[in-house]
């Protein structure tokens, strides 16, 4: 079975500096993806960073980078010069079987504080 | 280019109902997923749609069902409603094949 895991239900950041949000995941596939979503209030789920788990280097997306350690089953994001936008639910998500389907860990709620 | 439309936003029914949710898909895109989402059990998958067929399907009971027409367009259906079934409803679309699942605003249904 796959399974995600995102261990902080809560963050919270001061506006401007460096957040990172936890993920474990588990699978025993060898072609998949991962993936965080950020939710904010208004709802909508936005793609936030994709990795892909052939690839080493480590995906970057302006401000936002993972850090993907593949033995570890680890895939934590950091966020740098935290704004005030990015307080949000981010899910951690689980690609696989030609990727129509994602499991999504718990979500880990982030404040960012003026 | 627009994206995931899902219709209606909000919906309220009473137990034993049925209900039918829809999802307009992002041009071009061929991969139609739903998602069932609420605060105790958090995201789950329910089933994907390419090309009409059903590619992927969740751990959900057969009172959930969908269906993907021609124009990529995907319906989801609930039969005999229960109070559990009371939930945020999102769908998403993609190129298929691990490329970004896009979501639309979601549709929250309420059970009475």
């Known amino acids: 079975a796959q399974t995600v895991t995102q261990s902080q239900p809560e963050m919270s950041v001061q506006e401007a500096e460096t957040v990172t949000l936890s993920c474990t995941y588990d699978?025993?596939?060898?072609?998949?993806?991962l993936f965080w979503y950020k939710q904010p209030p208004s709802r909508q789920m936005i793609l936030v960073i994709r990795?892909?788990?052939?690839?080493?280097q480590n995906a970057t997306e302006n401000r936002f980078s993972v850090n993907f350690q593949k033995a570890a089953k680890s895939f934590s994001l950091k966020i740098s010069d935290s704004q005030l936008g990015d307080t949000a639910m981010y899910f951690c998500?689980?690609?696989?079987?030609?990727?129509?389907?994602?499991?999504f860990g718990q979500g880990t709620e982030l404040s960012v504080k003026p | 280019k627009a994206g995931v439309t899902q219709t209606p936003r909000y919906l309220i029914k009473t137990r034993g109902q049925q209900v039918t949710l829809s999802c307009s898909p992002i041009?071009?895109?061929?991969?139609v997923s739903w998602y069932q989402q609420t605060p105790g059990q958090g995201l789950q998958f329910l089933f994907e749609?390419?090309?009409?067929?059903?590619?992927n399907k969740g751990n959900f009971p057969g009172r959930f069902s969908g269906r993907q027409f021609s124009n990529s367009r995907s319906e989801m259906n609930v039969s005999t409603l229960e109070l559990g079934d009371s939930a945020l409803y999102l769908c998403?679309?993609?190129?298929?094949?691990?490329?970004?699942?896009?979501f639309g605003d979601g549709t929250r249904l309420s059970i009475l």
């Open positions: 998403a679309s993609s190129l298929g094949e691990f490329s970004p699942q896009h």
């Open positions: 998500a689980l690609a696989y079987n030609q990727g129509g389907k994602l499991i």
């Open positions: 699978t025993s596939e060898n072609n998949y993806y």
């Open positions: 990795q892909e788990a052939y690839k080493q």
């Open positions: 041009s071009g895109h061929r991969s």
């Open positions: 749609y390419f090309s009409e067929t059903q590619r």
